[in-house]
C-alpha cells in the first residue's frame, strides 16, 4: 500500500466507543499498533454511542483517559465520528484504518467501515474471543459466578442465561455471543514488556484485585508510578478476591485481570496469583522498595491480621492518594440502576448483528456476493422493531 502521509512511518488509525475498556479491546489496539508504527485511536462521543447503540456504561471523559491508559496508543482524537471517513483519515494523516473482524453499524444499519474498506484503506485484526463490554454487563446483571468456576468446570462455557444479555455462547449472535477465554503464555508474552528492572531501579509494589479494571485503577497506578521506575502489581486470585469482596467478584477472573493490568502503560510487571499479606519473601524475591496502597479499606487477612504487616515493620510501606473515588462496586450500581436500558442494548445489538450475520451467510450462495444496500435492507425491518 502506497503510504497516504508521504514518509515511511505508517500511521495507524482505530475507532469505537471504548466502554468498560477491557482485554479485547486492548489486544485489539496491539495488533493494529504492530502494522505500523504510530497508533491513532478516536472515541465516540456518549451522544453518538446512545444514539446507534445504546447508552455507555462510562462518561466519554472516563473513556478518553482509559483508552490513553492503554500502552500501545500513541494519540486519542476525542469525539470521532461513528461512521468513519476518508476526510477523518487524511485529517489525522492515517495510511488506514484498523478493526476486528466483527460488524460495526449505524443505527440505520449501515457498516460504520464501508467507505473506507471501498477506499482500499482497511485493514482487519482478529477479535479476541471470549470477551466483551456486552459479556461483562450480563455478568454484573444476571450475577453469574461460572466466569471462575474451578475444577472440572473452570474451562466449560457457560450455558445459561443468554435470552435478553448474550451472555454466553448459546446467544444467537456471534459476535455478541460470549466464547470461553482460554489463557495461553503466547497471550501474556505479547502482552508484557518482558524487562526486567534496571540496576538502581526503584521497584514499586502494589496488590489488589483490579477488577473491571476502570479509571480508578488508572489513577492509582499513575499515582504509585511516580515513587519509583517500576511498577509491579500484585494480583490475588479469584477466591481471595471473592472472600473480601463476596457477592459475584470479581467480575472478571484472574487470566482476564492479568491481561487487562498489563495492558496498563504505568505497569511493569504483574504477579499472578500474588499472596494477600505481603511477605518478606515476596518483597526480598523482587526486590522490592516500596509498598503502596491506596485510600480504600484494609481487609484484615483470614487470620484477622494486617495483611501490610511486614512493608510497615521495614518502613516501606505508603499510602497514596489517586484524587478518583470510582471503584468496582459503583460501576456495578450504575448498571444496576439502568438495567432495564442495558438488557433493551444489548437485545438490540444482538438482533442487529444475527441479521447481519444472517445477510452474510446469504451473500456467500450468490455469485455477486453481498454489498451494503443488502445489509442495510436486512436491517431495516429489525431496526423498526426495536
Known sequence: MKLQNGDSTVRVWCDGCYDMVHFGHANSLRQAKALGHVLIVGVHTDEEIAKHKGPPVFTQEERYKMVKGIKWVDEVIEGAPYVTTLETLDKYNCDFCVHGDDITMTADGVDTYHLV??????????????????????????????????????????????????????????????????????????????????PGDKVVYVAGAFDLFHVGHLDFLEAAS?????????????????????????????????????????????????????????????????????????????????????????????????????????????????????EERNLKKERKELAAYEALNKSKLTPNGMDMHVIRVGLGNIEKDC
Not at 264 to 275: L, N, Q, T
Request: glycine share 8%.
Open 117 to 198: 474498506k471501498t477506499a482500499g484503506r482497511y485493514k482487519e485484526v482478529q477479535r479476541t474471543a471470549g470477551v466483551s463490554t456486552t459479556d461483562l454487563v450480563g455478568r454484573m446483571l444476571l450475577l453469574t459466578r461460572q466466569h471462575f468456576r474451578r475444577g472440572a468446570l473452570e474451562y466449560d462455557v457457560g450455558k445459561e442465561h443468554s435470552s435478553k444479555l448474550g451472555q454466553d455462547s448459546s446467544a444467537r449472535s456471534p459476535w455478541t455471543g460470549c466464547s470461553q477465554f482460554l489463557p495461553t503464555t503466547q497471550k501474556i508474552i505479547q502482552f508484557s514488556d518482558g524487562k526486567p528492572p534496571k
Open 226 to 342: 511516580k515513587h519509583g521506575d517500576y511498577l509491579i502489581v500484585g494480583l490475588h486470585t479469584d477466591p481471595v478476591v471473592n472472600r473480601y469482596k463476596g457477592s459475584n467478584y470479581p467480575i472478571m477472573n484472574l487470566h482476564e485481570r492479568v491481561l487487562s493490568v498489563l495492558a496498563c502503560k504505568y505497569v511493569s510487571e504483574v504477579v499472578i496469583g500474588a499472596p494477600y499479606s505481603v511477605t518478606s519473601d515476596l518483597m526480598d524475591h523482587f526486590r522490592v522498595d516500596m509498598v503502596i496502597h491506596g485510600h480504600t479499606p484494609i481487609m484484615p487477612d483470614i487470620d484477622g491480621s494486617d495483611p501490610y504487616t511486614e512493608p510497615k515493620r521495614q518502613d516501606k510501606f505508603v499510602l497514596v492518594d489517586s484524587n478518583n473515588d470510582m471503584t468496582t462496586d459503583k460501576i456495578v450500581e450504575r448498571i444496576i440502576r439502568n438495567r432495564l436500558e442495558f
